[in-house]
């Protein structure tokens, strides 16, 4: 087995539930050389200020838009890649794709950089830090952090179907002016709803996630699901406030500062305060109300 060694310890993750394609990308970058662009990626690739919630509040939504944007979002924000997928309505070319995807998976790892890729072990994004041709078989880092393999064979086949790989490959020739220009359009594009998404996504998030916690019945206030939407948002507006402190958008910073912030406390209320009761409930309400304000006032001047 051609093994890296790779943990997510460095990875900033203020709650333990990072969107985790945004937390694959930042750990895959952080091990390659251009380990420099690993935090700005998250936000100039535009996923520190994606949000989708569903209004039954089921954790798929994260995963419910258009996975063949990866590619072009991640160049945009300076790393270049190589991207294969595989859909449903696509078994022609499954077997194909998959060995153009072990072959992708075998350059990246000989080079050093582990892979990005969709539904190894658990349905989140994880990384492929190892494989070895004798056993067809994969080394993989999940979401969760336990270390496991994978046959070659199941990837692209698991779970849920889809094939979707990702391999850094390179840095971008880019002005950090164009970087923020392109983060910018980027981040302003999915906040005003205009990327593809069946549920609630951008701005639209927050009434989607505000309704539950204002609603008379706690049910869905008080569920798991409301602690995996909190949980992974929060810790993407770190991202976009240390983007845009980095590069000395002084006002922007101190907006997301604040929103991260605010999802922080949300989060922090939904994991230590019984949400059952109405007045806690409307608390965690009012913090992404305010959130959500000051979001609209970044996107006012993006």
């Known amino acids: 087995m051609k093994k890296m060694n790779i943990t997510w310890d460095g990875i900033y993750d203020s709650t333990g539930y990072l969107f985790s394609f945004a937390k694959a990308l930042c750990c895959a970058v952080k091990n390659s050389p251009f380990a420099e662009a690993a935090e700005e990626i998250v936000a100039s690739s535009g996923f520190a200020f994606r949000m989708w919630v569903s209004p039954d509040l089921c954790p798929s939504a994260t995963s419910m838009w258009q996975f063949d944007q990866q590619k072009k979002w991640v160049e945009r924000g300076g790393i270049s890649c190589q991207y294969i997928e595989r859909m449903w309505g696509q078994e022609d070319v499954e077997e194909e794709r998959r060995q153009e995807a072990v072959q992708l998976i075998r350059q990246s790892i000989d080079s050093g950089i582990p892979v990005i890729s969709w539904d190894i072990v658990v349905c989140e994004w994880g990384l492929i830090t190892g ?143 019984d949400l059952s009761d109405r007045q806690n409930r409307q608390a965690a309400a009012e913090l992404l109300k305010q959130a959500e304000v000051w979001e609209k006032q970044a996107v006012d001047r993006m």
């Open 131 to 273: 494989y070895d041709d004798e056993s067809e078989t994969f080394a993989v880092l999940p979401i969760t952090g336990q270390e496991g393999e994978m046959a070659y064979s199941q990837l692209g086949k698991r779970e849920i179907p889809i094939l979707s790989v990702l391999a850094v490959t390179g840095k971008a020739e880019q002005s950090q002016e164009e970087i923020v220009r392109e983060t910018l359009d980027i981040a302003k594009n999915h906040l005003l709803g205009n990327e593809w998404c069946e549920n609630a996504c951008g701005l639209a998030a927050y009434p989607a996630l505000v309704k539950h916690l204002e609603s008379e019945e706690a049910e869905m206030a008080c569920s798991w699901n409301m602690e995996y939407f909190l949980g992974t948002y929060a810790p993407l507006k770190w991202y976009a406030w240390k983007f845009f402190e980095r590069h000395g958008l002084q006002e922007l910073a101190s907006l997301y500062h604040s929103v991260y912030e605010n999802w922080q406390k949300a989060f922090e209320m939904k994991k230590s305060l």
